[in-house]
């Protein structure tokens, strides 16, 4: 497992649409393991393969309770609650800051496992947050445009000061 550069705000790859993951040999499952050892090193919870420039679509999820990272190819939202609640966010790529987002309570989500088989899965809680919030970064929607432009302008100027005392 190699920890890979995670690429910051306001990278251009950040806002792109990954493409779609065909092949589920070891190519995959080198990338999956890098993305934990990437995320694990961050820290985080939540990490997609555009985070470290690679448009593919691949998430990998590690939240306290789960036993083992969950890792999600292709995944896509088959259904989502009307009923919804903000939570607070932040990003790998935009460490520092954070902001509340309105999601969804609950989804359903359609996607592969490592070996390429169709998988269904009914989320709750943070694990429903999450999936949300890595499927648009696969969709090229970084979390942050989810925001008012006020409180997304705001946000970016924090995170720049935060950036320019670190180098200092």
Known sequence: ???????????PALRLH???????GDDVRILAQDLLATMRGAPGIGITAPHIGVLKRLVVIELDQDKE????????????SAEIVRHEEGSVSMPGVSDEIERSSSVRVRYQDLSGALQTE??????????????????????IYRLSKLKRDRLIKRFEKLQRASKG
């Open 1 to 11: 497992m190699t920890i890979r550069t995670i690429l910051r705000f306001p990278h």
């Open 18 to 24: 990954a493409e779609p993951v065909t092949e589920f």
């Open 69 to 80: 990272a969950r890792f999600y190819i292709n995944p896509e939202i088959e259904w989502a």
């Open 122 to 143: 009914e989320a709750t809680g943070l694990l429903s947050i999450c999936l949300q919030h890595e499927i648009d970064q696969l969709d090229g929607l970084f979390w």
